[in-house]
């Protein structure tokens, strides 16, 4: 194993960054386009794109964040995307905001997309198919704009980074986009983790004390694809997917569920690997124990050990609960903040389990390949009192991934949003 934790230190990246970004030249865009910031959020750099009209980073001065740490792993390796944050490591203060090609041409309704966890604007909504080894295939990005949609999105800075820090991103995005085009209400469109941020957002569900921004009443329309709703347990339901995640390529950028393998008749270490360390709040959060729907199965190396805690033959798990409650028992406490009435919401649940070039998907109950359907279908915990058009539920023949980008998806999403 290659990989090792990068400098901890909260200075570091921001220091990172800041020597990386004067090597990258800024890119002057004219000042009428330019949305003028709120106080504590200020423009770092503006850079050239291949997909986007550019690519704005934005640091967030006035808000408690705590620097996140990165694996080497968990580094970002898309080149528009390290240009803009200035490093593979951003700072967690920053993120990126893309403006479509057409998003001061179009007169259609403003559209915010939020990509989830391993990923970026740009591989997720403006060259999706890339991943499978098909480049160029159109995303939503361009099926929206065709539709005559005002397109933006958002990067995060960490690929698995907090998602009460992912709705602050969200929030300084929103503000900015409406100023540059004059919009009072945009629509949110998230791709899993991205879709559970956004949801953060409307709902006012915030991390306790600092100056976090409050919803200010300018969503109208919600879409979740394939977004965990009630949580996912697949590293501890899937225990032998750790060999997979000790390996340090991107193609297994997750946690593990064990801190401690015996791998050639020795016991090692594997913490800071793991879904218990600092390097995978999101996987913390996203936690839900769905064994007692889905039962474990008992084939499955150190089943009981992985799932509950304690020493097995080959492995040494903290288990789901002591992971869950790292997270904050983030599912559960969601359950109280649920989306404002007069929020228009969409929830896309996928039902092929079977992904390309992925042997191992989710397959103990009906699912996406990751997320199971009642996952990902779930609305109980969305439903306002006081709400009266009720949040429309669609299941789709797509896996976690063409949930976004199949041609019959990039039909489907603009129709979403009409």
């Not at 200075?11 to 960054?17: E, K, M, R, V």
């Not at 990258?24 to 009428?32: N, Y």
């Not at 820090?165 to 991205?194: C, F, M, N, P, W």
Request: proline share 6%; net charge neutral.
């Amino acid at each position: 194993m290659s990989s090792k934790t990068e400098a901890g230190q909260p200075g570091a990246f921001a220091q990172l960054s800041e020597a990386a970004a004067a090597a990258v030249p800024a890119v002057p865009v004219p000042s009428p386009d330019r949305a003028r910031p709120a106080a504590g959020l200020s423009l770092v750099r503006s850079i050239k794109s291949k997909y986007w009209e550019r690519i704005d980073c934005y640091r967030d001065s006035a808000r408690p964040f705590v620097q996140e740490r990165y694996l080497e792993k968990t580094r970002h390796e898309n080149q528009e995307v390290v240009q803009g944050f200035g490093s593979k490591f951003p700072a967690t203060s920053d993120f990126l905001l893309h403006y479509g090609p057409k998003w001061n041409v179009n007169k259609g309704k403003v559209i915010v997309l939020a990509h989830g966890a391993s990923d970026n604007a740009s591989r997720a909504w403006a060259d999706p198919d890339s991943l499978q080894g098909n480049p160029g295939q159109p995303g939503a990005l361009q099926a929206l704009e065709a539709a005559g949609f005002r397109v933006f999105a958002v990067t995060f800075p960490h690929k698995h980074g907090n998602i009460f820090y992912e709705a602050q991103y969200l929030a300084d995005a929103i503000g900015l986009i409406r100023q540059a085009t004059g919009a009072q209400k945009v629509t949110l469109i998230g791709h899993s983790a991205g879709g559970l941020a956004a949801r953060v957002y409307v709902s006012d569900y915030r991390l306790n004390g600092g100056r976090w921004t409050a919803y200010g009443n300018d969503v109208e329309n919600l879409v979740t694809l394939a977004a965990p709703h009630r949580g996912q347990d697949f590293a501890f339901r899937h225990p032998e997917f750790n060999y997979h995640f000790m390996k340090d390529d991107m193609s297994a950028n997750g946690p593990m569920s064990w801190d401690k393998v015996l791998a050639y008749g020795t016991w090692k270490d594997t913490l800071e690997y793991s879904i218990y360390s600092d390097n995978f709040p999101m996987q913390q959060q996203v936690l839900f124990n769905w064994t007692g729907t889905y039962p474990m199965a008992a084939s499955s190396p150190d089943a009981y050990t992985t799932l509950h805690g304690g020493q097995g033959f080959m492995s040494h798990s903290l288990g789901i609960d002591n992971a869950i409650m790292k997270g904050g028992n983030f599912i559960n406490n969601f359950r109280s903040y649920p989306v404002p009435a007069d929020i228009r919401v969409t929830v896309v649940a996928g039902n092929n389990n079977k992904i390309v070039n992925v042997p191992a998907t989710e397959k103990d109950g009906p699912s996406d390949g990751l997320v199971f359907v009642e996952s990902a279908s779930h609305t109980a915990d969305l439903v306002h009192p006081a709400r009266k058009e009720p949040i429309k539920v669609l299941v789709v023949g797509e896996n976690h991934l063409t949930i976004t980008y199949s041609p019959a998806m990039l039909k489907l999403i603009p129709a979403l949003v009409k």
